[in-house]
């Protein structure tokens, strides 16, 4: 059997282009992500690439269904190789002293909570199995705070702090970690953040030839194809016109 890729969040975006990718290199995928429809359409599109694909509806917040959901893998699928803590996203951008205490709630659960419970659930077989990869999606976000970034860009700071902290809890093990850490990407992200306003999430990407999720899917394949000996630990990649989450150039 082909080497098993999960990718969380995989029905929008950074997912969506990260289970193509590794579907493209062969992996057989789980694709996860709440919306059945989004799921059922791209396992349709992956499986015509010849791989074997298996969708998992659940929410990452959802510690109860995560592992139903893993547990009602056939056994043969539960051996991850890889799994792609994606699921993600930022909601807000108001000045911290005006946050909305449910976008708080909603991107501390996903963002640093949901993948902690992925890891827990499925990083126990890769030490047992002595192999893995999990590559966490970090964020340009997570090395320093943008104005109204402030809790988003704390949980892409935890995202750094728990890839290095398992990094080093993996480290007896051929299991590695790889924190990608990206700059603007257009996809449904700021039309999350802005709670839906596509004008306002159109303006985020004026000017600046933005990152695609293909984009970095292409960092992920590169870390995750890399010799077993060679460990990625960090990427971070920016559009062209950026500098860091705040310095962008626009025309
Ligand atoms: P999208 O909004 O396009 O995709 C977000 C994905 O996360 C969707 O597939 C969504 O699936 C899933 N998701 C969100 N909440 C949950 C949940 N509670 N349970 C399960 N799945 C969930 O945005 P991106 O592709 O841009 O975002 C993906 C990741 O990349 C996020 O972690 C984000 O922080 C990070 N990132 C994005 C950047 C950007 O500029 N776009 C830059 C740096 C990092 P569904 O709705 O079906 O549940
Ligand atoms: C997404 C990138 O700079 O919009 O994490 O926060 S940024």
């Given amino acids: 059997m082909n080497k098993i890729a999960l990718v969380t969040g995989a029905t929008s975006g ?3 282009a990260c289970a193509r990718k590794l579907a493209v290199n062969g992996y057989n995928m789980i694709i996860t992500g709440r ?14 690439l010849g791989v074997g694909v ?8 959802d510690r109860e269904a995560a592992a139903a959901a893993l547990e009602s893998l056939p056994p043969e699928w539960q051996e991850i190789d890889v799994l792609v803590n994606n699921a993600g996203g930022a909601w807000g951008l108001e000045p911290e002293y005006e946050g909305n205490y449910e976008d708080w709630d909603t991107m501390i659960d996903t963002n640093i909570k949901g993948l902690l419970t992925m890891t827990r659930l499925i990083v126990p077989g890769m030490v047992k199995r002595d192999r893995g990869h999990v590559v966490n999606i970090g964020s340009v976000a997570g090395d320093a705070a943008y104005a ?9 700071s935890a995202v750094k702090a ?8 993996v480290a007896h093990t051929k299991v590695r970690v ?15 953040r802005f709670h839906g306003d596509k004008e306002r ?17 292409e960092c992920v394949a590169f870390a995750v194809n890399a010799p077993e000996h060679v460990q990625v630990a960090e990427l971070l990649v920016l559009a062209t016109h950026q500098a860091s989450g705040s310095v962008i150039h626009r025309s």
């Fill in 162 to 169: 728990l890839s290095d902290g398992l990094r080093i809890d």
């Fill in 178 to 192: 790889t924190n990608i850490k990206p700059g603007l990407v257009e996809t449904n992200f700021s039309v999350t």
């Fill in 54 to 61: 298996i969708t998992l509806e659940f929410d990452v917040r």
């Fill in 35 to 48: 919306r059945a429809e989004r799921l059922d359409a791209i396992a349709q599109e992956l499986s015509a």
């Fill in 14 to 16: 950074i997912g969506e």
């Fill in 148 to 156: 109204g970034g402030n809790v988003y860009c704390a949980t892409k």
């Fill in 201 to 217: 999430a159109d303006g985020v990407y004026k000017g600046i030839q933005p990152l695609t999720g293909a984009d970095i899917a």
